[in-house]
């Protein structure tokens, strides 16, 4: 019965979100085929024409954001004037992110095959690096299942799949993508050690296309952890980041705080 009612309202709500989701991986797919003929040097370069787009697309709003910090800091204005001022930057502000989150979504069937064709290629050239004290060499290619899965955390939503489905290498796709904006990714794990393992495990392809990838870990001292958090991306604890967050909120000086600009 309770098979019937769902083939008679279509399926559950997992399944709708993962059919209106096909039709990008079909578009994946397609890129990733067309990117069989570009060379290394060539998908490198695409890091720097998303971002490109991505600074060309939100352009006028960060001018028009400078212009009004360097009024607040300059000008002698009446409380009117500067309320307004106020007023106008956080809606820029909210501008500015959904500006950025459409070029986002607009670049990710290209962005996604880029990483999939780094994958292949770190594997087709039998790349050897060293992860959780050990030599390994590069074997995954996302297959349509962690595409799908990538999607689906770049939505917001949760992606639940089973041990052994690729996790570690489904975070790549969206993490890529996001960090292309260049306010800095981070990625929360459970502990000390699958922070360090799965920033060291996806390095090769975060360093292929131009990228920085760092982790935090217990006890780094202040110096260290600013430095990480200037990464593109940042593995580590929510324990880490949230004290980390406690912290830069007490600090007298700004020059004090460890995390970027959330």
């Not at 989150?101 to 087709?124: G, M, S, Y």
């Not at 700004?254 to 959330?262: A, G, I, N, S, T």
Request: glycine share 6%.
């Amino acid at each position: 019965m309770l098979k019937f009612i769902s083939k008679l309202f279509g399926g559950s709500k997992s399944e709708k979100d993962v059919k209106l989701i096909r039709p990008l991986v079909v578009e994946i797919n397609n890129y990733y085929e067309q990117f069989n003929s570009l060379s290394d040097d060539e998908i490198k370069a695409k890091t720097t024409e998303f971002r490109t787009l991505i600074f060309e697309n939100k352009q006028s709003l960060e001018d028009e954001k400078s212009s009004i910090l360097s009024k607040l800091k300059t000008e002698k204005l009446n409380a009117d004037q500067t309320a307004d001022l106020s007023e106008r930057l956080k809606t820029i502000e909210k501008e500015l992110f959904a500006t950025v989150q459409e070029t986002l979504d607009d670049i990710l069937p290209e962005a996604f095959a880029v990483v999939k064709q780094v994958c292949r290629r770190l594997k087709e050239q039998g790349y050897s690096y060293e992860y959780a004290g050990n030599r390994y060499q590069w074997d995954m290619v996302p297959y349509d299942v962690q595409l799908i899965g990538g999607v689906v955390i770049h939505q917001g939503k949760i992606s639940e799949m089973s041990t052994g489905e690729g996790k570690t290498l489904v975070a790549v796709l969206p993490v890529y993508l996001n960090a292309l904006a260049g306010k800095g990714v981070h990625i929360v794990t459970v502990n000390d050690y699958l922070a360090k393992r799965d920033c060291d495990w996806n390095r090769p392809v975060y360093e292929f296309l131009g990228l920085t990838c760092e982790a935090i870990q217990s006890n780094m001292p202040p110096d260290a952890r600013k430095r990480i958090y200037n990464s593109d991306i940042t593995y580590g604890t929510n324990n880490e980041f949230g004290f980390d967050y406690l912290r830069d909120n007490m600090v007298t000086d700004p020059e004090d705080m460890v995390q970027r600009e959330h």
